[in-house]
């Protein structure tokens, strides 16, 4: 009965590879989003998208694309990997027009 | 982007204890949510307000939403050592609600020795 999920949990890689991590919800939610939360525990949004469609896309490299096949699913591609990139990403849902958001558990990337 | 000055940015208590902690937005707000994150966890919603000066309680947990629209404030009353972890309020600004944007304050780590 999981709400928002994401795979995997933990993600060790080299810098310069390509990653990705994935979500879904099975909330009937609409929208989903992608956050970065730093080592100080600071939560950005990165991309939101509203039935497949990108609403919000921040100010992040072009190497991040995000990719949402139906309104359940989100996915994160990362090109080559920076140190810099080492974060923990969450992948949030809410129904278009609420507020209310719900986190899944997050993805630990680590870039050595 | 908004600004979310959360305070403080991290609380040591005994158990038993109450805690308040707040945030101040640079503009106004429509909706004020506080969230919890545990250890290795994602954030979790606590509390939800939709209306200048609505008091909400959640178990042990009340917040308000302050009638200037641009503050909230959240209050744990007898505290307990599960309630450790980091406190983060959050809320759309009067253009991002449409989008969905959220903005997050820094958080409170809070910390309950027994």
């Known amino acids: 009965d999981t709400a928002v999920s994401q795979t995997p949990k933990y993600l060790v890689t080299q810098m310069g590879n390509d990653k990705s991590i994935k979500c879904e919800q099975n909330?009937?939610?609409?929208?989903m989003y992608w956050y970065k939360q730093d080592s100080k525990k600071f939560l950005k949004i990165m991309f939101s998208y509203n039935n497949k469609e990108l609403i919000i896309n921040e100010t992040v490299p072009n190497r991040f694309s995000p990719k949402s096949p139906d309104k359940a699913h989100l996915n994160l591609h990362i090109n080559s990997l920076e140190l810099g990139d080492s974060a923990v990403y969450f992948c949030?849902?809410?129904?278009?027009?609420?507020?209310?958001?719900?986190f899944g558990p997050g993805t630990r990337l680590t870039v050595l | 982007g908004q600004q979310l000055n959360q305070s403080p940015q991290s609380m040591f208590i005994q158990e038993g204890e109450d805690v308040s902690m707040n945030c101040t937005s640079s503009?106004?707000?429509?909706?004020w949510l506080w969230y919890k994150q545990d250890p290795g966890e994602g954030p979790v919603l606590l509390i939800a307000?939709?209306?200048?000066?609505e008091l909400t309680s959640n178990g042990r947990l009340t917040a308000q939403f302050g009638i200037t629209r641009k503050d909230s404030f959240l209050n744990i009353s007898a505290s307990i050592p599960s309630d450790v972890g980091i406190y983060f309020c959050?809320?759309?600004?009067?253009?991002?609600?449409?989008?969905?944007?959220?903005?997050f304050g820094r958080g409170t780590q809070l910390t309950v020795w027994p």
């Open positions: 949030a849902s809410s129904l278009a027009g609420t507020d209310t958001q719900y």
């Open positions: 959050a809320g759309p600004d009067d253009r991002g609600s449409t989008l969905g944007r959220l903005y």
């Open positions: 503009s106004i707000f429509n909706t």
């Open positions: 307000l939709y209306k200048a000066g």
């Open positions: 909330l009937g939610h609409d929208t």
